[in-house]
């Protein structure tokens, strides 16, 4: 079946630190994979994607590749910003159903102190 | 374009009682889905439609009605509320494999 496992938070950083939150995947076949963020009190916003193997998904500085010998999908962002604080979700499609269905991750809670 | 759309943004319930929560998307997407988020956790498909007239199950149905008798339209529906739905619901629209497009969520409490 599919499943995402992300790093547990929270993560506390200061701002200009280099950022890194691990998320792996099980899944049939090659999915696509997304990181999505949620800032408080909103719906989430797709951050960046990433369709197949060896792609690299790229926004606002947030940088993950997918990986499928090590079925990973890490973000990395060089320097974060107090505004980068929210809650970070790697999630993966299904391809079994056609409908794209989301498989998330529990979230990883990020606050940047100045 | 007002995108995803959820109403109410919060509401309380109490046990047995029941409640509809509404979704509409104004960017003509085929693709609608309901998720459920509780605390610490991620979100958990409920339901979804991939076009007027067409739904099935996720991950969690259980509890919960849906109907899509227009593209624009998703509501959800929950017959005997019990403490277990106790979560933020979130609606979702997209297109094919591209991405999907989030609501700003309704924060249900069952008492």
Known sequence: ?114 | NAGVTQTPKFRILKIGQSMTLQCTQDMNHNYMYWYRQDPGMGLKLIYYSVGAGITDKGEVPNGYNVSRSTTEDFPLRLELAAPSQTSVYFCASGQGQDTQYFGPGTRLTVL
Request: with cysteine.
């Open chain 1, 1 to 114: 079946g599919n499943s995402v496992t992300q790093m547990e938070g929270p993560v506390t950083l200061s701002e200009e630190a280099f950022l890194t939150i691990n998320c792996t995947y099980t899944a049939t076949g090659y999915p696509s994979l997304f990181w999505y963020v949620q800032y408080p009190g909103e719906g989430l916003q797709l951050l960046l994607k990433a369709t197949k193997a060896d792609d690299k998904g790229s926004n606002k500085g947030f940088e993950a590749t997918y990986r499928k010998e090590t079925t990973s999908f890490h973000l990395e962002k060089g320097s974060v910003q107090v505004s980068d604080s929210a809650v970070y979700f790697c999630a993966l499609s299904d391809l079994e159903t056609g409908a794209n269905n989301l498989f998330f991750g529990t979230g990883t809670r990020l606050t940047v102190i100045p």
